[in-house]
């Protein structure tokens, strides 16, 4: 399949486009980013063609993996969708309803295929233990953390106007409802939605499998305290989300592994655009819960 990248952003860098080039099932066709020459830049790294036409990269190719900032991804999506391309694309789908919903109906009336990379989700040891938790039944409550410090060290995204702006809910957010929303079922509401230290939120979801959640999600983490943990509570006992990742490159290769199968033929994967929305739509509740910075 042939398949262009839209960004050109650290996470387009080491992530997106070491896994198009790695991919065997791939035809890395090009990349096009808002700044043409860090597209030239990225390109040339990564043995691919330069794009200043976004346009001319969605007639040469069948997909597109994007790394945009999530509102100029959602209107790239839509853009790529009407071009008939199917998407990979990254969280959070996008940062309104209002554009989470119309990549969902350009997904729809297009016919194409979608993803969204939620990392631990394309991890193998984190899959097998998500799929397993979800056929357990009697869990009665959950707690995820999942800390960075993205603004406190060294980070590549230090720099995010997106994360600076959204912080902790946005980024990080996305991947804890990842994990808990296929264990203990949709979030019927957020209870709660307070705010911690720096941008750290805490929040409290009451899901429609009769579980409760609570999750602390912060970018502005000691970087000693940073990390991500999910603990589930139940009549099975107690487990933890396994610790092992492959890094970003070889899931976001199995996204990619995904979003073929799809194309091809195959049901939409748990992940599409639709359950991107869903997080959104959880995620802007939550942002509406809390005071104003």
């Known amino acids: 399949m042939r398949i262009g990248l839209l960004g050109t952003g650290p996470w387009a860098d080491m992530a997106h486009a070491p896994a198009l080039r790695r991919h065997d099932d791939l035809d890395f066709v090009g990349a096009w980013g808002r700044r043409p020459e860090a597209a030239k830049e990225l390109a040339d790294r990564h043995g691919t063609r330069a794009y200043d ?54 997904v729809r009336e297009n016919g194409v295929a979608s993803v969204v990379f939620f990392t631990t989700r394309f ?16 869990w ?36 804890a409802l990842s994990v808990l929303l296929p264990v203990l ?3 019927r509401r957020v209870v709660a939605a307070a705010p911690g230290p720096g941008d750290t939120v805490h929040l409290v ?6 579980a409760s959640s609570t999750l602390t999600l912060s970018l502005t983490a000691p970087p000693a305290a940073a990390g991500a943990t999910v603990e589930l509570r139940g009549k099975a006992g107690v487990t ?17 592994d995904a979003l073929l199968a799809s194309a091809g033929g195959g049901h939409p994967h748990p992940c599409d655009a639709a359950f991107g929305l869903r997080v959104t739509e959880i995620l802007a509740e939550a942002e509406a819960l809390l005071p104003e910075r």
């Open 53 to 106: 036409d976004v346009d001319a990269l969605l007639a040469d190719v069948e997909a597109v993996a994007i790394a945009l900032p999530p509102a100029v991804q959602a209107e790239a999506a839509v853009r790529a969708a009407r071009s008939g391309c199917h998407l990979l694309l990254d969280k959070p789908l996008a940062v309104t309803v209002v554009q989470g919903r119309a990549v969902v109906e350009a």
């Open 123 to 138: 991890q193998p040891g984190a899959e097998g233990w998500i799929a397993e938790q979800a056929a357990t039944k009697g």
């Open 140 to 175: 009665f409550t959950a707690r995820a953390h999942w800390l960075g410090a993205v603004f406190g060290g060294d980070s590549p995204f230090a720099g995010s106007p997106w994360r600076r702006e959204k912080g902790a809910l946005w980024d990080v957010g996305p991947h």
């Open 185 to 187: 079922g949709d979030a």
């Open 240 to 256: 933890v989300l396994p610790d092992g990742t492959q890094g970003p490159v070889p899931a976001l290769v199995r996204a990619a």
């Open 205 to 210: 979801l009451e899901h429609t499998g009769g």
